[in-house]
């Protein structure tokens, strides 16, 4: 089953432009994380908030978490070409187990 | 270090025929994780390892799925007999055992398509 939800499922901006997306879950959670995918290749990982955490940073990535919420966002700034991807957030649980969202679909015209 | 490695890349075959998948994770990561990913969706747990044991396979559909981890090392998904459903990447992870506190490390996944 699918934790949470991702909006917008697709995003288009210009090359310089900010990209922003959202996340809510379900359940409480240990972790929240986010995770790049290009087109037909692996999930690569990009930045990891603690559900104590309310804010991180990690070069152009700006990630928040509301637990009262229960949703998260992930700031991309200063968006190029190459930042093209799906993007999907994860919530982790004590246990280890990761539970995906239906991702972001982001393209950025050079 | 290296990667996930998983094999094989890509795999087409016909509905009611069995496959495998094969995954290597990172040397010395104790929990692997096997995810299915269809077309347009996020990826779906199918069945989480500690070493050599099943921690969670609560999503995996064990009429046709089956999974082992018997040296507590690589892994081995099969499905058998394939569904046209089951047309998807399937992808593995891995991490350490305990958790450091860093995103899991996924392999580049298996396409598989049924037809």
């Known amino acids: 089953s699918q934790q949470g939800e991702e909006d917008p499922q697709a995003l288009s901006i210009q090359e310089g432009e900010n990209a922003t997306m959202n996340c809510s879950y379900k359940t409480s959670i240990n972790n929240l994380q986010w995770y790049r995918q290009n087109s037909g290749r692996g999930l690569v990982h990009l930045i990891l908030i603690r559900s104590n955490e309310r804010e991180k940073h990690s070069g152009r990535l700006r990630v928040t978490l509301d637990t009262s919420k229960k949703s998260s966002s992930l700031l991309i700034t200063a968006s190029r070409a190459a930042d093209t991807a799906s993007y999907f957030c994860a919530t982790g649980s004590q246990g280890g187990k990761l539970i995906f969202g239906q991702g972001t679909e982001l393209s950025v015209k050079p | 270090e290296a990667g996930v490695a998983q094999s094989p890349r890509y795999k087409i075959i016909e509905k009611r025929q069995s496959v495998a998948f094969w995954c290597n994770p990172i040397s010395g990561h104790a929990t692997l994780y096997w995810y299915q990913q269809i077309l347009g969706q996020g990826p779906k747990l199918l069945i989480q390892?500690?070493?050599?044991?099943?921690?969670?396979d609560s999503q995996l559909p064990k009429d046709r799925f089956s999974a082992e981890r018997l040296k507590g090392v690589d892994s081995t998904l099969k499905i058998q007999p394939a569904k046209l459903e089951d047309s998807a990447v399937y992808l593995c992870?891995?991490?350490?055992?305990?958790?450091?506190?860093?995103?899991?490390?996924f392999g580049s996944g298996t396409r598989l398509t049924v037809v």
């Open positions: 390892f500690q070493n050599n044991g099943v921690v969670d």
């Open positions: 992870a891995s991490s350490p055992q305990p958790w450091t506190g860093n995103g899991y490390t």
